[in-house]
């Protein structure tokens, strides 16, 4: 019996993945579960329609994060911080700051994007990998002066 399954079934396959299955497995496991439903053609026709719908919409996230993280690479932040002795800063600069420095510019993204360790404590020039997706990676400039 060929059945479409709703939800990820160890053993079995993955969500919307068309899968044959013994009859008794899918009548008294899969469907009264509402983990599978059978696999008609109107069924079918629906999943495929769906995986299109989402192959497309993640074409376009991929298209705007690829121009989001052009900006981001070129874009120069200058973050000025009060300093003492040697050159050293009074308190640090965040993840918070650097975005709102970012969105200053007109640009906006996921504070949690970046990958800042720690918070910067020393002047000079870092460069901060911002991952938008799995594939795409920005490179945000960022440089702290004197005060």
């Known amino acids: ?13 993955s ?5 044959k299955v013994r009859p ?14 059978p696999a008609t053609i109107a069924q079918v026709h629906r999943v495929e329609h769906e995986k299109a719908v989402a192959l497309a919409k ?20 200058t973050i000025a911080r009060a300093v003492g002795e040697d050159d050293k800063l009074f308190g640090s600069v965040t993840a918070k700051e650097i975005h709102a420095a970012v969105e200053a510019q007109g640009i906006t993204f996921d504070r949690k994007k ?3 360790a720690e918070p910067l404590k020393q002047l000079g020039a870092v460069e901060i990998p911002v991952k938008l997706l799995s594939d795409v990676v920005a490179t ?4 702290v002066v004197k005060k």
């Open 1 to 13: 019996m060929q059945v479409i399954l709703q939800q990820d079934v160890p053993n079995v396959g």
């Open 15 to 19: 969500s919307g993945e068309l899968v």
């Open 24 to 37: 008794g497995f899918a009548r008294n496991y899969l469907l009264p579960r509402q983990l599978a439903v």
């Open 58 to 77: 993640a074409e376009k996230l991929k298209k705007e994060s690829r121009e989001l993280a052009q900006k981001l690479s070129a874009l120069q932040i």
């Open 114 to 116: 970046m990958q800042l």
């Open 140 to 143: 945000l400039k960022v440089e």
